[in-house]
């Protein structure tokens, strides 16, 4: 694809983008030409499998860039078409705000939808992949990196007001954003921190899992032994894309288990048809915990995202969790799969922060960027985030000998 810079990004828009194309509005190459290693759930084909995903209101927003006066690239829908030089995916929902209510709170919110069913419930356009964390800008390179992130912000503000959406909200950015925190802070948004994500870092060089196993210091390694031990009668299976399409159905109905008991985060609905697209791609796949009579104790949905290992969602039911040690030795086999694939790391998301660090994992900040069209409702719903997101301070744990005392 010929290189490009954006000179006058806002014009360079894709007419299309945000008018309910979907997807369609770029072919899949000239997509994935823009979306580097460790960006998979970014690529054409992983958004395209989410688009089952139920959220009230769901409906996906792709918005494109392209370079002014540049050559086509042969790639695109239609003959001709400049190449792309900047994108990020987005989708309208419905926030449901009482999702992050809890008790008095919760109770109060009951008794509102009892007269109004559809009190506190927002339409929101979310910069980001509905189901993974990341920095959802695409640029290529070569290109104006601010005026292309400035003019997909611009383009989200107009998906906004054509799907009656008031908020807009760009997920999962670190705290030093750079060229995409500036564009964002230059048009009014302002920063809310969110839960860090948990990554294990593989580059120490494990040559096996009982490598890793011995650099963990006594304390660690003797609960990851006893963990191991509890659940040693379940026995391990990975399936790769499309091997775990004909279990779509279960996975579904195990991770519900664990949405219905979820008190840190609950908001996407994954159905069947998600689980089912999600096992035709390549770089998909699960790691099954079963019974000796072959029954499933528990998942972990992962993405081969070289040079990262992504886990996604896990699901058990709470006995399996509880009598077998399920979820935890879920853990330390995803950390095996990892190390046996060569993974560089493993990103282990935002919930479940002890079980995590006691692997070894590290948290990293994480930030959403809010505007509302209304600044003063945008001071309010800030104040609001910001103590019902106010991430609980997570200090990294000296889980490994080589760290200090």
Same mark, same amino acid.
């Given at each position: 694809?010929?290189?490009?810079?954006?000179?006058?990004?806002?014009?360079?828009?894709?007419?299309?983008?945000?008018?309910?194309?979907?997807?369609?509005?770029?072919?899949?190459?000239?997509?994935?030409?823009?979306?580097?290693?460790?960006?998979? =759930? $970014?690529?054409?084909?992983?958004?395209? /499998?989410?688009?089952?995903?139920?959220?009230?209101?769901? /409906?996906?927003?792709?918005?494109?860039?392209?370079?002014?006066?540049?050559?086509?690239?042969?790639?695109?829908?239609?003959?001709?078409?400049?190449?792309?030089?900047?994108? &990020?995916?987005?989708?309208?929902?419905?926030?449901?705000?009482?999702? $992050?209510?809890?008790?008095?709170?919760?109770?109060?919110?009951?008794?509102?939808?009892?007269?109004?069913?559809? /009190?506190?419930?927002?339409?929101?356009?979310?910069?980001?992949?509905?189901?993974?964390?990341?920095?959802?800008?695409?640029?290529?390179?070569?290109?104006?990196?601010?005026?292309?992130?400035?003019?997909?912000?611009?383009?989200?503000?107009?998906?906004?007001?054509?799907?009656?959406?008031?908020?807009?909200?760009?997920?999962?950015?670190?705290?030093?954003?750079?060229? &995409?925190?500036?564009?964002?802070?230059?048009?009014?948004?302002?920063?809310?921190?969110?839960?860090?994500?948990?990554?294990?870092?593989?580059?120490?060089?494990?040559?096996?899992?009982?490598?890793?196993?011995?650099?963990?210091?006594?304390?660690?390694?003797?609960?990851?032994?006893?963990?191991?031990?509890?659940?040693?009668?379940?026995?391990?299976?990975?399936?790769?894309?499309?091997?775990?399409?004909?279990?779509?159905?279960?996975?579904?109905?195990?991770?519900?288990?664990?949405?219905?008991?979820?008190?840190?985060?609950?908001?996407?609905?994954?159905?069947? /048809?998600?689980?089912?697209?999600?096992?035709?791609?390549? &770089?998909?796949?699960?790691?099954?915990?079963?019974?000796?009579?072959?029954?499933?104790?528990?998942?972990?949905?992962?993405?081969?995202?070289?040079?990262?290992?992504?886990?996604?969602?896990?699901?058990?039911?709470?006995?399996?969790?509880?009598?077998?040690?399920?979820?935890?030795?879920?853990?330390?086999?995803?950390?095996?799969?990892?190390?046996?694939?060569?993974?560089?790391?493993?990103?282990?998301?935002?919930?479940?922060?002890?079980?995590?660090?006691?692997?070894?994992?590290?948290?990293?900040?994480?930030?959403?960027?809010?505007?509302?069209?209304?600044? $003063?409702?945008?001071?309010?719903?800030?104040?609001?985030?910001?103590?019902?997101?106010? =991430?609980?301070?997570?200090?990294?744990?000296?889980? $490994?000998?080589?760290?200090? =005392?």
């Amino acid at each position: 694809m010929t290189e490009v810079p954006v000179l006058d990004a806002r014009a360079a828009a894709d007419p299309r983008a945000g008018r309910r194309a979907g997807l369609g509005a770029v072919a899949p190459d000239a997509w994935d030409r823009l979306v580097g290693p460790g960006r998979g =759930p $970014f690529r054409h084909a992983f958004l395209a /499998a989410c688009e089952p995903v139920a959220l009230d209101g769901f /409906a996906l927003e792709p918005l494109v860039v392209r370079a002014p006066d540049g050559p086509g690239d042969g790639a695109g829908p239609g003959d001709g078409e400049a190449p792309v030089a900047a994108h &990020a995916p987005a989708y309208l929902y419905d926030l449901d705000l009482g999702l $992050f209510a809890r008790g008095l709170g919760a109770r109060l919110i009951s008794l509102l939808r009892r007269l109004r069913p559809r /009190a506190l419930r927002r339409r929101v356009l979310e910069v980001g992949c509905p189901v993974a964390l990341g920095d959802p800008f695409s640029v290529a390179r070569g290109a104006d990196e601010a005026a292309a992130v400035g003019a997909l912000v611009d383009l989200a503000g107009d998906a906004a007001r054509r799907g009656a959406a008031d908020l807009v909200v760009v997920r999962d950015l670190e705290p030093d954003g750079g060229a &995409a925190a500036k564009a964002l802070a230059s048009r009014g948004f302002e920063a809310v921190p969110l839960p860090p994500s948990f990554v294990l870092d593989l580059d120490g060089g494990f040559d096996s899992f009982e490598g890793y196993l011995a650099a963990l210091r006594s304390d660690y390694r003797r609960r990851a032994r006893l963990r191991l031990e509890r659940a040693a009668g379940l026995a391990v299976e990975r399936l790769a894309g499309p091997g775990f399409g004909p279990i779509a159905g279960e996975l579904a109905r195990l991770w519900r288990c664990v949405y219905e008991r979820a008190d840190e985060y609950r908001r996407e609905v994954l159905p069947e /048809a998600f689980f089912r697209g999600i096992a035709r791609l390549p &770089a998909a796949g699960v790691l099954v915990l079963r019974r000796p009579d072959r029954s499933i104790a528990a998942f972990a949905l992962l993405l081969d995202d070289r040079p990262w290992l992504r886990f996604l969602y896990s699901g058990c039911e709470a006995e399996a969790a509880r009598r077998e040690g399920a979820y935890f030795r879920l853990l330390y086999e995803i950390v095996r799969t990892g190390i046996e694939g060569g993974y560089r790391r493993v990103e282990l998301g935002i919930t479940t922060a002890e079980p995590k660090l006691d692997l070894g994992a590290r948290p990293v900040p994480l930030e959403a960027w809010i505007r509302h069209r209304s600044p $003063f409702s945008q001071a309010l719903i800030g104040r609001a985030l910001r103590s019902v997101l106010a =991430p609980r301070p997570v200090a990294p744990r000296r889980a $490994f000998r080589t760290e200090g =005392p």
